[in-house]
Each structure stands twice: as C-alpha cells, then as structure tokens.
Nanobody
C-alpha cells in the first residue's frame, strides 16, 4: 500500500504564496504520474495540476495556469505544488494523488490519495 502525506497548507492573505509538499512511500515513485486536486466546502473535487512520471508532461486547470507550478523530486519521492498570487477562491483542501504510468485530469485515473491539507486565502 502506498501512503501519501501532504503538508504546507495554512492561512495566507490574497496575493500570497504557499508551497505544498506530498511525501510518498512509493518505492517506484518515478514510475507514477502524479496530480493535485482540491475540494472546497459544498463543491466537488476538482483537478488542479498533474505531472507525468518522467516529469516532462505538465497539465494545469485554466483557473490556476500561470499561478501554480507542479514539480517532483524522484530521489526524495516527493511531489510539490507552488501556489502564487493566491485568491480567496483557491480556498480548499488540497489532495495529492498517484497513478501508475498514467497522468490525467480525472480523479478516476489515480489510485492512491493523501488525506489532504487545508489552504485558506482570506484577508
């Protein structure tokens, strides 16, 4: 069983930045595509960003393009999401997920999920 643990969430004012991390126990992490999703209260889980297992493919939701950056460190088996120019509508629980040799923007692509980390953007 692969475990994922997110960290780095918190409260930030509009325009601020955060860096989320997702530490995994996947021994073959380099063979997994990875993604970030988020879920706000009363809303469905939505795609944020994804990165291919080789790192050369990146996908972003239109709402975060140009503000968020996904990256990975295969040696550390860790996924990252840099959040810049944060807006109140970015407030949500952020989840990381892994998919074996796959990448995409649908939750059904992913097999393993973390428990989430809360991001709150408000003044």
């Amino acid at each position: 069983q692969v475990r994922l643990v997110e960290s780095g969430g918190g409260w930030v004012q509009p325009g601020g930045s955060l860096r989320l991390s997702c530490a995994t126990s996947a021994l073959s992490f380099r063979d997994y595509g990875a993604g970030w999703f988020r879920q706000a209260p009363g809303k469905e889980r939505e795609f944020v960003a994804a990165i291919g297992w080789s790192g050369d493919t990146q996908l972003y939701a239109d709402s975060v393009k140009g503000r968020f950056t996904i990256s990975r460190d295969n040696a550390r088996r860790t996924l990252y999401l840099q959040l810049n120019s944060l807006k109140p509508e970015d407030t949500a629980v952020y989840y990381c997920a892994l998919a074996w040799r796959a990448t995409g923007n649908r939750p059904s692509v992913y097999t393993y999920w973390g428990q989430g980390t809360q991001v709150t953007v408000s003044s």
